[in-house]
């Protein structure tokens, strides 16, 4: 076998990269061109290149890394893990310690009554198990003509078919498919498509949206809603506060399951466990992933309230995966929520470095380029226009402005994502407040040669 060195000059890498690697959203035949950036470590909130460049990483990886990379509590916890039992499967009657202690440990973090989980490794499978699970529900319930779940356009709930479908990216549709009896209303966007409603009336349309629906699909046939109680990959689209309150309103009147997609809210990232604690939202189901294990392995899950889960244990459930409750993955998973807790990481989210966080990130709003500032914990999103007032969009394709903004950020080492023309951060939890002043220097350079950009290529 002969493997290419680890520091090997980085165009060799790149090339063997684009010879035999296939990138996720990406256009393979563009990136072959330009040569994928390789990372070779990462601490902290920083990671390094192979040419020796640190990065600051505004992203968290994909929203993941909420207890920063490095630690090597989690290296040991999966390799202790590792030497007594690599793998065992909780098929067929049988479970295991770390499946147990992570369960139970879930339990007493979610909120409610949301006790019981359904393990998966990812977040488009936990996803995929919640579509399964509300149709078994409703049936189990006496009512299997209940099926439909209703979505949102521009939500992201992963990337199988199934969660694919639930989500609400047209691209992905496109491409393979959607699966029937999945219904998308309007996202709770102000900026983009609020019109000359105020925040507040524009909250309460939207979520009226949802009643519509029901009412004109029939609320027999309708079996649940699932929605980010922020969207993340959409844009990081912070909802006007009364859309949440009209929609726990809506889907209690009809008697629909609530599901919370905490893929990216959970885990501290808005300044509480779970972002439905900061939204004010009761779920009957929660999705997580991500900040679960902080990235460091793949693990997902299905959080159910306790009258969920007593339906549906009341049959044979028939769904699983290889690696429903990994062992390795809940014995990191679990060492990573003992840091998240025992370091009060998720408690200065809240009160001191998220607060910090966002008076630095709101000041970017006077940025000439920038119309709106929006962010929740560590999460949030800078609308770029050409003219604030009119919160207009640029007159380029949706996207070009954005990606000239996210090159200059990569060039400022600064790990910053567009969508559309949106720049987002999700930054690890850790983040310092020097850190956080590095990260607001850096975007303002970055937004100004933006703008640079734009007015020399007659962009603006
Ligand atoms: N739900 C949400 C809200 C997400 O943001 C994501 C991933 N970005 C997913 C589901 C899918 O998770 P995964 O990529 O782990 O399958």
Same mark, same amino acid.
């Given at each position: 076998?002969?493997?290419?060195?680890?520091?090997?000059?980085?165009?060799?890498?790149?090339? *063997? @990269?684009?010879?035999?690697?296939?990138? &996720?959203?990406?256009?393979?035949?563009?990136?072959?061109?330009?040569?994928?950036?390789?990372?070779?470590?990462?601490?902290?909130?920083?990671?390094?290149?192979?040419?020796?460049? $640190?990065?600051?990483?505004?992203?968290?990886?994909?929203?993941?890394?909420?207890?920063? #990379?490095?630690?090597?509590?989690?290296?040991?916890?999966? !390799?202790?893990?590792?030497?007594?039992?690599?793998?065992?499967?909780? =098929?067929?009657?049988?479970?295991?310690?770390?499946?147990?202690?992570?369960?139970?440990?879930? !339990?007493?973090?979610?909120?409610?009554?949301?006790?019981?989980?359904?393990?998966?490794?990812?977040?488009?499978?936990?996803?995929?198990?919640?579509?399964?699970?509300?149709?078994? #529900?409703?049936?189990?319930?006496?009512? &299997?003509?209940?099926?439909?779940?209703?979505?949102?356009?521009?939500?992201?709930?992963?990337?199988?078919?199934? +969660?694919?479908?639930?989500?609400?990216?047209?691209?992905?549709?496109?491409?393979?498919?959607?699966?029937?009896?999945?219904?998308?209303?309007?996202? &709770?966007?102000?900026?983009?498509?609020?019109? @000359?409603?105020?925040?507040?009336?524009?909250?309460?349309?939207?979520?009226?949206?949802?009643?519509?629906?029901?009412?004109?699909?029939?609320?027999?046939?309708?079996?649940?809603?699932?929605?980010?109680?922020?969207?993340?990959?959409?844009?990081?689209?912070?909802?006007?506060?009364?859309?949440? &309150?009209?929609?726990? $309103?809506?889907?209690?009147? #009809?008697?629909?399951?609530?599901?919370? @997609?905490?893929?990216?809210?959970?885990?501290?990232?808005?300044?509480?466990?779970?972002?439905?604690?900061?939204?004010?939202?009761?779920?009957?189901?929660?999705?997580?992933?991500?900040?679960?294990?902080?990235?460091?392995?793949? %693990?997902?899950?299905?959080?159910?309230?306790?009258?969920?889960?007593?339906?549906?244990?009341?049959?044979?459930?028939?769904?699983?995966?290889?690696?429903?409750?990994?062992?390795?993955?809940?014995?990191?998973?679990?060492?990573?929520?003992?840091?998240?807790?025992?370091?009060? %990481?998720?408690?200065?989210?809240?009160?001191?470095?998220?607060?910090? *966080?966002?008076?630095?990130?709101? +000041?970017?709003?006077?940025? /000439?380029?920038?119309?709106?500032?929006?962010?929740?914990?560590?999460?949030?999103?800078?609308?770029?226009?050409?003219?604030?007032?009119?919160?207009? /969009?640029?007159?380029?394709?949706?996207?070009?402005?954005? #990606?000239?903004? $996210?090159?200059?950020? =990569?060039?400022?080492?600064?790990?910053? $994502?567009?969508?559309?023309?949106?720049?987002?951060?999700?930054? /690890?939890?850790?983040?310092?407040?020097?850190?956080?002043?590095?990260?607001?220097?850096?975007?303002?350079?970055?937004?100004?040669?933006?703008?640079?950009?734009?007015? +020399?290529?007659?962009?603006?």
């Amino acid at each position: 076998m002969t493997l290419i060195s680890p520091n090997a000059p980085t165009a060799e890498l790149q090339a *063997l @990269d684009a010879a035999h690697h296939m990138h &996720p959203f990406t256009t393979g035949a563009d990136l072959a061109k330009k040569g994928a950036r390789v990372i070779t470590r990462a601490e902290g909130c920083w990671l390094t290149d192979s040419e020796g460049e $640190r990065i600051l990483d505004g992203m968290a990886g994909l929203w993941c890394v909420n207890i920063g #990379y490095g630690r090597k509590e989690l290296a040991a916890a999966a !390799a202790r893990q590792m030497e007594e039992l690599p793998y065992y499967n909780t =098929f067929f009657q049988t479970t295991h310690v770390p499946a147990i202690q992570l369960s139970a440990r879930l !339990a007493e973090l979610a909120p409610g009554d949301l006790n019981h989980v359904f393990y998966a490794s990812s977040g488009s499978e936990a996803n995929d198990t919640n579509i399964r699970l509300v149709r078994t #529900y409703c049936a189990e319930k006496g009512q &299997p003509e209940r099926k439909v779940i209703i979505s949102r356009w521009n939500a992201y709930h992963g990337s199988s078919v199934g +969660s694919a479908s639930l989500g609400g990216m047209k691209g992905m549709h496109g491409q393979g498919g959607v699966i029937p009896d999945v219904h998308h209303i309007d996202q &709770p966007d102000w900026w983009a498509e609020g019109g @000359d409603l105020s925040p507040e009336e524009f909250g309460l349309e939207r979520a009226r949206q949802l009643e519509a629906a029901i009412e004109e699909i029939g609320p027999e046939k309708v079996a649940a809603f699932i929605a980010e109680p922020v969207q993340g990959a959409g844009g990081v689209i912070v909802p006007p506060e009364t859309y949440w &309150p009209e929609i726990q $309103r809506i889907v209690k009147k #009809y008697g629909i399951l609530l599901i919370a @997609d905490e893929v990216i809210c959970g885990f501290g990232r808005t300044g509480n466990w779970f972002g439905s604690q900061t939204m004010g939202i009761t779920p009957d189901i929660m999705t997580i992933a991500k900040g679960l294990s902080s990235g460091y392995q793949p %693990i997902g899950g299905s959080v159910l309230s306790d009258e969920v889960a007593s339906v549906i244990s009341g049959t044979e459930f028939n769904h699983g995966y290889t690696y429903s409750g990994h062992p390795v993955a809940c014995a990191v998973a679990l060492e990573n929520l003992r840091i998240l807790d025992e370091e009060g %990481i998720v408690a200065r989210v809240r009160d001191e470095t998220g607060p910090y *966080l966002k008076e630095k990130f709101e +000041s970017l709003a006077e940025h /000439p380029l920038v119309g709106e500032a929006k962010i929740v914990g560590f999460m949030g999103s800078l609308a770029l226009t050409p003219d604030k007032a009119a919160r207009a /969009p640029f007159a380029s394709d949706a996207g070009t402005v954005g #990606y000239i903004c $996210r090159e200059r950020c =990569f060039a400022n080492n600064l790990v910053m $994502r567009h969508v559309g023309d949106r720049m987002i951060i999700s930054p /690890p939890l850790v983040l310092s407040k020097s850190e956080i002043d590095t990260l607001i220097e850096r975007a303002w350079r970055s937004l100004d040669e933006c703008h640079a950009a734009l007015k +020399s290529d007659g962009l603006m």
